[in-house]
């Protein structure tokens, strides 16, 4: 089994800035697919970015241009550095890991709180 642990979420004003990371241990295989989805406050789950261990990426059109996912698979990570911060980006924030060799098995981490206000 995979266990996902993220951190680096917090309060932070409009405009500004915060990095989360994800590190991911267990049964990990090396072809993968690692994302992270939010959250709001009365909405459903949706997909923010994900990442391909071979460096494809995919970012949700409400962040393009703000938000960059990144990985670093020699630790098993996964990062989300999120620019320009609007209140409507205020959210749980999890990561999320598929593999894609063996059963196309997904893990969620527990999530971390991202709130944009001032």
């Known amino acids: 089994q995979v266990q996902l642990v993220e951190s680096g979420g917090g309060l932070v004003q409009p405009g500004g800035s915060l990095r989360l990371s994800c590190a991911a241990s267990g049964s990990i295989f090396k072809n993968n697919i690692m994302a992270w989805y939010r959250q709001a406050p009365g909405k459903q789950r949706e997909l923010v970015a994900a990442r391909s261990h071979d460096g494809i990426t995919n970012h949700a059109q409400s962040v393009r241009g703000r938000f960059a996912i990144s990985r670093d698979n020699a630790k098993n990570a996964v990062y989300l550095q999120m620019n320009s911060l609007k209140p409507e980006d205020t959210a749980v924030y999890y990561c999320?890991?598929?593999?894609?060799?063996?059963?196309?098995?997904?893990?969620w981490g527990q999530g971390t709180q991202v709130t944009v206000s001032s």
């Open positions: 999320y890991l598929k593999n894609l060799q063996i059963g196309s098995q997904e893990y």
